[in-house]
């Protein structure tokens, strides 16, 4: 549980939350003055700064993924759900789960630079790509192979339409 102020003040912080930081709450007490904002990487503040207040502007629920720097200097990936609640005490306060999604971004990385991998290899052959949806009868063209063979990036109603074009008989 943090309050709404500048650096999110912990009302409240269970075990769970130092065992993903590696610090005890007295260390974060301490060291961090209380304040969740002081473990999130410096870089990533002011964007989840404003993402929170525009959260709470439109709404009592928040969700922001963010870094954080655990005791031993790891940096982790978490998402952070949490709930406005007013009743509580006089500040706005929000209780907030925290989940460590590290393994995931760097899933999605990897999966990036995969992709951006594939798009410069097609890019550079010669040879006709594409995807076939047999449901939809649609076939889909790279961008290169498009521009090229001057094809639409997707072509539609194959193979009726190669057939009512006469390209096959």
Avoid at 12 to 20: A, C, K, M, R, V
Avoid at 25 to 38: L, V
Avoid at 41 to 57: G, P, T, V
Avoid at 137 to 150: D, H, N
Wanted: negative net charge; aromatic residues 8%.
């Amino acid at each position: 549980v943090v309050e709404t102020d500048e650096e999110f003040s912990f009302a409240y912080l269970n075990e769970g939350y130092q065992i993903l930081t590696g610090y005890s709450e007295a260390e974060i007490r301490g060291k961090f003055n209380g304040r969740a904002m002081r473990l999130v990487m410096e870089e990533d503040r002011n964007k989840m700064r404003s993402s929170i207040q525009e959260q709470l502007r439109a709404g009592s629920n928040i969700e922001v993924e963010h870094r954080i720097v655990r005791k031993d200097g790891e940096i982790i990936w978490v998402l952070m759900k949490g709930r406005q609640m007013r009743e509580l005490s006089a500040n706005v306060q929000i209780c907030c789960v925290i989940i460590d999604i590290t393994k995931s971004k760097e899933t999605e990385n990897r999966l990036r630079i995969s992709e951006e991998r594939y798009k410069i290899a097609l890019e550079q052959s010669e040879q006709i790509v594409f995807d076939y949806d047999i449901q939809s009868k649609t076939i889909y063209f790279s961008e290169q192979t498009a521009f090229r063979f001057k094809l639409p990036v997707k072509l539609q109603n194959v193979p009726e339409c190669f057939l009512k074009a006469g390209l096959i008989g």
